[in-house]
T-cell receptor
Framework: EAGVVQSPRYKIIEKKQPVAFWCNPI?????LYWYLQNLGQGPELLIRYENEEAVDDSQLPKDRFSAERLKGVDSTLKIQPAELGDSAVYLC?????????????FGPGTRLTVL | GQNIDQPTEMTATEGAIVQINCTYQTSGFNGLFWYQQHAGEAPTFLSY????GLEEKGRFSSFLSRSKGYSYLLLKELQMKDSASYLCAVIQTGANNLFFGTGTRLTVIP
């Protein structure tokens, strides 16, 4: 079974440029998460989707970040414009349902460097 | 809100046993996960505890005390490949959102 797929794996951009990350969850997983992980820190949730609906986006900086999950399958996270402080690893995860205790499966992440 | 504390770094010898502690304060606790993350890779699931007690899975065991807000991950017969960060994460009631600690970076030495 294929795992969570993310692309690109690495991205280097200059500040004020836009950037987008793509995630394809495990087939059949209804719940999709985007996390941000700074160096030496644990992942922090940005947004959670149940199918195509964003059910928790309270931690998403909406002035510059946006996300979509059309058709309830793959998802895109966008930053426009990027700032120096956005340099981090952006992780996507999925789980079969939103039931407590459902294991979240993580993708390899996209490492963003903003110059 | 939630507050999760883990030691930042630990070092242990190959073949030994190491215990990684995690303390938490959260409203509406509904379970605790341990994940392993090798440098530059995705976190991978190790264990899930929702009831008090010890869960054993091969060389890895995880313990939970809800009344004390405390968990530990026990790694036995350490191998060099166990060098990684170990992330403690709690779930609040009403959601499946994981709140992670900063992680404990374990280095296994020969």
């Amino acid at each position: 079974e294929a795992g969570v797929v993310q692309s690109p794996r690495y991205k280097i951009i200059e500040k004020k440029q836009p950037v987008a990350f793509w995630c394809n969850p495990i087939s059949g997983h209804n719940t999709l998460y985007w996390y941000l992980q700074n160096l030496g820190q644990g992942p922090e949730l940005l947004i959670r989707y149940e199918n195509e609906e964003a059910v928790d986006d309270s931690q998403l900086p909406k002035d510059r970040f946006s996300a979509e999950r059309l058709k309830g399958v793959d998802s895109t996270l966008k930053i426009q414009p990027a700032e120096l402080g956005d340099s981090a690893v952006y992780l996507c995860a999925s789980s079969p349902t939103r039931a407590t205790g459902d294991e979240q499966f993580f993708g390899p992440g996209t490492r963003l460097t903003v110059l | 809100g939630q507050n999760i504390d883990q030691p930042t770094e630990m070092t242990a010898t190959e073949g030994a046993i190491v215990q990684i502690n995690c303390t938490y304060q959260t409203s509406g606790f509904n379970g605790l996960f341990w994940y392993q993350q090798h440098a530059g890779e995705a976190p991978t699931f190790l264990s899930y505890n929702v009831l008090d007690g010890l869960e054993e899975k091969g060389r890895f065991s995880s313990f939970l005390s809800r009344s004390k807000g405390y968990s530990y991950l026990l790694l036995k017969e350490l191998q060099m490949k166990d060098s990684a960060s170990y992330l403690c994460a709690v779930i609040q009631t009403g959601a499946n959102n994981l709140f992670f600690g900063t992680g404990t970076r374990l280095t296994v030495i020969p």
